[in-house]
């Protein structure tokens, strides 16, 4: 009897422990989601200004279907290579602002001869329903469904001028060289389920779901960051 009680002690002591690592987990992604949306507003910022000459960024933003907002991605490589960064879907809504947003993850692979680390701030301006509809699917490789027109500004570059016509989505990147064009082919958005789930709770996680929602407080200042591209500009009084 001594020894059934002393197991049943040290399996409870070990199930308390995985429940408290697991809440600890749960916190962590909390918290990274969270400074994940706040890194967006300032990505944001950062790009409008950057683009402010020609409104690039602005001019899309205003008829944009969604937005995908990757604040920081890395890129790492030697020899094999790889990239990946945390960021957030958000969808037009009917009303005209943004929905809340849905936490995913761009990775991508390279092989080739190639050294060093670069890191690049990625907004992803979704002009199309089509573009909106394969971005919410489960896995959505870039390049493989939709047009798409890269514009890199930053690092000396200057901002695309073109109207896009006709393409589904449009990149602007804060870094040059590796993160131009073509290097966006081939990654992979998945949702971040782990965040979704953190931010959300379990149950109300889907991404879908979540872009058709305008309910999350911490999401305030993001949504007022890209609603100052919402309304036209109004003329001036002569």
């Known amino acids: 009897m001594t020894h059934f009680y002393t197991r049943r002690r040290a399996l409870g002591i070990a199930a308390a422990g995985v429940f408290a690592s697991a809440g600890t987990a749960r916190a962590d992604e909390v918290l990274d989601a969270r400074h994940t949306l706040d890194e967006a507003v300032i990505t944001v910022d950062r790009v409008r200004e950057e683009t402010r ?15 995908l907002i990757i604040p920081s991605y890395y890129k790492a490589s030697f020899i094999l290579g790889g990239s990946y960064g945390d960021g957030v879907l958000m969808a037009r809504l009917p009303e005209g602002g943004f929905s809340d ?8 692979g390279s092989l080739g001869l190639q050294f060093g680390m670069q890191s690049a701030a990625i907004i992803f301006a979704i002009l199309t329903e089509k573009g909106l509809s394969a971005v919410l699917n489960d896995e959505f490789k870039l390049g493989a469904a939709v047009g798409m027109s890269i514009g890199t500004v930053g690092a000396g570059a200057e901002a695309a001028t073109t109207t896009h016509v006709g393409q589904d989505i ?5 870094n040059t060289g590796l993160f131009a064009g073509a290097s966006f082919e081939g990654a992979v958005i998945r949702p971040r389920k782990d965040w979704n789930a953190g931010i ?25 960051s890209l609603g100052k591209s919402a309304v036209p500009a109004q003329p001036q009084a002569n």
């Open 53 to 67: 000459s020609g409104g690039e960024l602005d001019s899309a933003l205003k008829r944009a279907k969604g937005v």
């Open 101 to 108: 947003p849905a936490f995913y993850r761009m990775t991508a």
């Open 170 to 174: 449009v990149a602007y990147s804060t």
């Open 200 to 224: 959300y709770g379990v149950g109300n996680d889907n991404p879908v779901a979540i872009t058709q929602r305008n309910l999350l407080r911490i999401a305030v200042n993001l949504k007022d």
